[in-house]
Antibody
Framework: EVHLVESGGGLIQPGGSLRLSCAASGFNLTNYGLNWVRQAPGKGLEWISYFTTSGTIYYADSVKGRSTVSRDNVKNSLYLHMNSLTVDDSAVYFC????????????WGQGTMVTVSS | EIVLTQSPDFQSVTPKEKVTITCRASQSIGFALHWYQQKPHQSPKLLIKYASQSISGVPSRFSGSGSGTDFTLTINSLEAEDAAAYYCHQSISLPVTFGQGTKLEIK
């Protein structure tokens, strides 16, 4: 079965850091563009990062400078590391994949919840 | 950054009704506009890509149109299972952006 599974969410104190994982099954991650998208409680979707097939990484201004996205080709997984967290970073974090032909987000994981609170 | 503005924000509709949701871009994006459906506690699901291209497995009552700055998602003969939030998304330039969402309630 082809799918994405995020993990690593939880309760984090302000100023702390997160490390989220997105594991792919049934396909090779290196063949696709991969995105991190987050959704604050009751709010809309916010794009935060794009990892291209060639390994170029783009970040939204809201996370640039405090985030690092990486890919492990052996584990077929994508990672998001973010530090200096504030309450505004509380959200469900999704990874999303494009297709071989276009850059719509064809596949999404189920998401992992991050709560930043003291 | 390209801003996408959806209307309406909320709509209460009855089954079998025809629903139209619009998405307006702050600058021309050609056809690089996609639509997603998100049901409560689920991840988004791609409904329409590149303004009007259908997606395998998506019911034929969902259709899209438009180009440039004005786009429309149409749901013909609404069903109860269509209760969800709907989002447009542009991929012409980074940062990619989403509309604020339209919540559909079924009466």
């Amino acid at each position: 079965e082809v799918h994405l599974v995020e993990s690593g969410g939880g309760l984090i104190q302000p100023g702390g850091s997160l490390r989220l994982s997105c594991a792919a099954s049934g396909f090779n991650l290196t063949n696709y563009g991969l995105n991190w998208v987050r959704q604050a409680p009751g709010k809309g979707l916010e794009w935060i990062s794009y990892f291209t097939t060639s390994g170029t990484i783009y970040y939204a201004d809201s996370v640039k400078g405090r985030s690092t996205v990486s890919r492990d080709n052996v584990k077929n997984s994508l990672y998001l590391h973010m530090n200096s967290l504030t309450v505004d970073d509380s959200a469900v974090y999704f990874c999303a994949r494009d297709s071989l032909e276009d850059d719509a987000f064809h596949m999404w994981g189920q998401g992992t919840m991050v709560t930043v609170s003291s | 950054e390209i801003v996408l503005t959806q209307s309406p924000d909320f709509q209460s509709v009855t089954p079998k009704e025809k629903v139209t949701i619009t998405c307006r871009a702050s600058q021309s994006i050609g056809f690089a506009l996609h639509w997603y459906q998100q049901k409560p506690h689920q991840s988004p699901k791609l409904l329409i890509k590149y303004a009007s291209q259908s997606i395998s497995g998506v019911p034929s009552r969902f259709s899209g149109s438009g180009s440039g700055t004005d786009f429309t998602l149409t749901i013909n003969s609404l069903e109860a299972e269509d209760a969800a939030a709907y989002y447009c998304h542009q991929s012409i330039s980074l940062p990619v952006t989403f509309g604020q969402g339209t919540k559909l309630e079924i009466k």
